[in-house]
């Protein structure tokens, strides 16, 4: 039994209702698009292994949000313990662009992170695929505007995805990993989880006849 | 003729059968004659249920018609226009001022029929004054709203025919689910629209569509025989819709616990904490102190949606489901009615009896404790990312699987939760059939949890050791098999 750790990250997705949350997490998590997906009530949740550079394995864990509601208290169940957080906007919704700010915001009133000043965020703009008669006019100004604001700007990395025709969705979960990692890493020693087969060990000490559980 | 004909055979018949009671048609839904009987009829069911309140055809006429002209008022207020025209015109429900469209008619005549059209007793604005501690929250504009709604309603039931066919009836069909919500949230500020609340109405829709016809305007029909094919009668069905929705989500205590305020929607999950530890206090400790799951990650889904994702994706199920829900006799017998009241919408004549939809939330809890009994033995094995994940895509063709059909499947689970729901003012009683359900469901789990009153949570060390020893075993064993495997 190796005595090595799982590194567990939780990412979490956040921005609001029909910029693509589901369609991001299922592209890269499955490699698939559907036209469309049912709105998320609450939140979804999946998992992927995945090897960051300098060959360490990870386990990614992807909370999907809905994006409609915020909840006050019921958000810290969500947010708890999480290693970086996504804020997705949709690049024809303006209104979704401006309202990173208030998600991030959102995200560091309830998770209650040690380090809001430098936890680790990512800006994702999804649906570039769609014609570009659609996007936000002067997008890129606009987005200069959000992130590099001198009073609480968003100056973090930025990408520009299509979770339909599969671009860029890897890269940015590739850097969302790296980032988590540093986080996870940071906050590693205060963050002990009790391990499962330590535990199975000492109760297998004074084990006694067992019944069967097929 | 012929589906007429056949329509009004089968009412009929029901009638006769039930010898017209309501509450003879309700023991034949939680028994199962109604149910599997060849002359069973969702729509009359859910109407009887939700609108006329009464099986004698003769009372159909009236309840019909009061319920159908709120919906036909409302429809001519001004302030319930809907705003189509000023959505982005690449919506598809964009709709251009200038078009004579049939919708955009009966708006146009809205908009300038300036004499407001007053309704004493309006049912859905009874509520509006009670909503006080919700003046922080930022009410949507009309056109928010609509956006809000058309959203959602765009990516309804992906893939089903009668919604996403390319056609312009499919998108009537939408447009029609649009107005319904539009208006209901309007008329009922104190939840608005959340989502969620799509699919409801939604699921309402496609089971009503399929039943509904047009009557045919022939004089060859017996005045008997329309009074009858008035409640089919598909020209009306948003208006019946609309009414049976408000109904449906409003006095059943859905709306107000699940959709109006977070402060009960967590009331509600502690409800459903608290039933847990008291019928499976062993699935309860694993969740909350052994992988310190929290319920509003899942649950939140499964109340909102009355388990419509949960019991599978061709909503056959879910629609047998909520025909128990909706139809089944089960009785308060305590008065714990909660104090909704939104007037007499389409009640005509009879008085509830005592069957009343207010039992939909505490039914809908103990269901998802007995479906959380089902996966026990996984949810013991699994860790904290496994368990969630098995919660969020609940196993459901696994299990119902296991049953000669779905229908067989959802009759023994709503015959599950009414014997909890039976019990509920019971902890012991509650926690002894718990024992049951686990002998039937899990013969080959053999731990359990000495009972406990709701007082004294802490477990003895020796029980949590007994605990995490049977959980190792069982996650090693899972793993080698695995391994093997």
Redesign the interface.
């Known amino acids: 039994m190796s005595g090595r750790k799982k590194t567990?990250l939780k990412v979490i997705i956040l921005g609001d209702?029909?910029v693509g949350k589901t369609s991001l997490m299922q592209q890269f998590v499955n490699s698939k698009f559907?036209?469309?997906?049912?709105?998320?009530?609450?939140?979804?949740?999946?998992?992927k292994e995945i090897t960051v550079d300098g060959g360490k394995q990870v386990?990614l864990?992807i909370w999907d949000t809905?994006g409609?509601?915020r909840?006050?208290?019921?958000g810290v169940?969500?947010y708890r313990g999480a290693d970086c957080c996504v804020l997705c906007y949709d690049v024809t919704n303006e209104k979704s662009l401006n309202n990173l700010a208030s998600w991030k915001d959102e995200f560091l009133i309830q998770s209650n992170v040690a380090n809001p000043a430098d936890f680790p965020f990512i800006i994702i703009g999804n649906k570039i695929d769609v014609d570009e008669s659609?996007k936000i006019a002067s997008l890129q100004k606009k987005l200069n505007n959000v992130t590099s604001n001198q009073l609480g700007g968003l100056n973090y990395p930025v990408f520009e995805t299509s979770a339909r025709d599969a671009i860029n969705v890897e890269p940015a979960f590739e850097v969302v990993a790296k980032m988590a990692l540093q986080q996870e890493e940071l906050n590693e020693a205060g963050n002990d989880v009790s391990d499962?087969y330590n535990?199975?060990i000492n109760?297998?000490l004074e084990?006694e006849s067992?019944?069967?559980?097929? | 003729m012929l589906r007429e004909n056949e329509i009004i055979s089968k009412v009929l018949l029901t009638v006769d059968q039930y010898k017209g009671k309501v509450s003879s048609l309700r023991t034949g839904i939680s028994n199962d004659t109604y149910l599997r009987s060849e002359n069973f009829s969702r729509l009359l069911l859910w109407k009887v249920c939700l609108i006329t309140d009464s099986l004698n055809i003769q009372k159909w006429d009236e309840a019909l018609s009061a319920s159908r002209i709120v919906y036909t008022q409302i429809l001519k207020r001004p302030d319930m226009a809907i705003p189509w025209d000023q959505l982005e015109p690449?919506n598809v429900f964009y709709i251009p001022r200038k078009t004579t469209r049939r919708e955009t008619n009966t708006i146009k005549k809205v908009i300038n029929n300036l004499e407001r059209v007053h309704i004493d007793d309006d049912p859905l604005t009874a509520d509006n004054n009670k909503q006080g501690n919700h003046s922080n929250i930022h009410l949507p504009t009309d056109l928010e709203l609509l956006e809000?709604i058309t959203?959602?309603i765009?990516?309804?039931?992906?893939?089903n025919e009668l919604f996403?066919a390319p056609t312009t009836d499919a998108l009537n069909h939408r447009r029609t689910l649009v107005q319904i919500l539009y208006i209901w949230s309007k008329c009922n500020p104190s939840v608005g629209y959340?989502?969620?609340l799509?699919?409801l109405l939604g699921l309402v829709y496609l089971n009503l569509w399929r039943e509904s016809i047009e009557i045919p305007n022939t004089n060859t029909i017996s005045t008997d025989d329309l009074k009858i094919l008035k409640l089919y009668n598909v020209k009306y069905l948003a208006h019946d819709l609309f009414s049976m929705f408000n109904k449906f989500v409003m006095q059943s205590g859905i709306g107000p616990k699940y959709f109006e305020s977070?402060q009960e929607?967590?009331k509600s999950i502690q409800t459903f904490d608290m039933y847990l530890l008291k019928v499976d206090q062993l699935i309860h400790y694993n969740l909350t102190n052994k992988l310190k799951l929290?319920s509003?990650?899942?649950?939140?889904?499964y109340l909102?949606?009355l388990l419509s994702?949960e019991l599978g994706n061709d909503l056959e199920c879910v629609s047998i489901f909520w025909d128990k829900l909706i139809g089944g006799n089960c009785s308060t017998t305590s008065s714990n009615t909660s104090g909704i009241t939104i007037g007499n919408i389409g009640i005509g004549g009879d008085k509830p009896n005592g069957n009343t939809i207010t039992t939909i939330p505490d039914l809908l809890t103990f269901s998802v404790i007995i479906l959380l009994i089902h996966i026990k033995?996984d949810l013991i094995t699994s860790?904290f990312?496994e368990a969630?994940?098995l919660l969020?895509h609940y196993p459901i063709a696994k299990i119902s699987g296991k049953y000669s059909s779905k229908a067989d499947f959802i009759s023994k689970l709503y015959k599950d939760a009414v014997s909890l729901y039976e019990r509920r003012d019971n902890d012991k009683k509650l926690y002894e059939y718990g024992l049951k359900l686990n002998t039937h469901y899990n013969p080959?789990?053999?731990i359990t949890m000495s009972y406990r009153s709701s007082e004294e949570v802490e477990r003895s060390k020796e029980e949590k050791?007994k605990f995490?020893?049977?959980r190792?075993?069982?996650?090693?064993?899972k793993k080698v098999k695995s391994m093997m495997g």
Do not use: V
């Open positions: 567990l209702s029909g559907s036209h469309q997906y049912k709105a998320t009530i609450g939140a979804d949740f999946l998992t386990t864990q809905a409609q509601e909840f006050q208290s019921l169940a969500f659609k499962d535990d199975a109760i297998h084990s067992s019944s069967c559980m097929c | 690449d809000i959203l959602d765009e990516r309804i039931f992906p893939g996403h959340k989502q969620g799509h699919e977070e929607l967590f929290e509003p990650l899942w649950l939140i889904r909102r949606l994702r033995t860790d990312s969630l994940s969020l080959n789990l053999k050791l995490e020893k049977l190792m075993e069982m996650r090693l064993k």
